[in-house]
Nanobody, 115 residues
């Protein structure tokens, strides 16, 4: 099993920045892609950014140029640096990790951007 714990969420004004972290523990050998998703009230969960073990990244159009995903394989941690935040970025942010073909999810961390 893989356990994921997110941290770094909070309340920030529009234009501000936050950095989310997600640490993996448990049977973490051979974790493949890791990523961030978000879910706003009344909306479906959507992809924010993903990163492969080799560092290849992919972003949602809405966050390109503002968010940066990175990972530290030695620490089994993935990060999401969020700059120029907008009220539309308000959501619960979830970390995920693919391990032996299965997707594991964290519990989520709330990000609230005030206007």
């Amino acid at each position: 099993q893989v356990q994921l714990v997110e941290s770094g969420g909070g309340l920030v004004q529009a234009g501000g920045s936050l950095r989310l972290s997600c640490a993996a523990s448990g049977s973490i050998f051979s974790i493949d892609a890791m990523g961030w998703y978000r879910q706003a009230p009344g909306k479906q969960r959507e992809l924010v950014a993903v990163i492969s073990t080799g560092g290849s990244t992919n972003y949602a159009t809405s966050v390109k140029g503002r968010f940066t995903i990175s990972r530290d394989n030695a620490k089994n941690t993935v990060y999401l640096q969020m700059n120029s935040l907008k009220p539309d970025d308000t959501a619960v942010y979830y970390c995920d990790a693919v391990h032996l073909g299965q997707v594991h999810w964290g519990q989520g961390t709330q990000v609230t951007v005030s206007s």
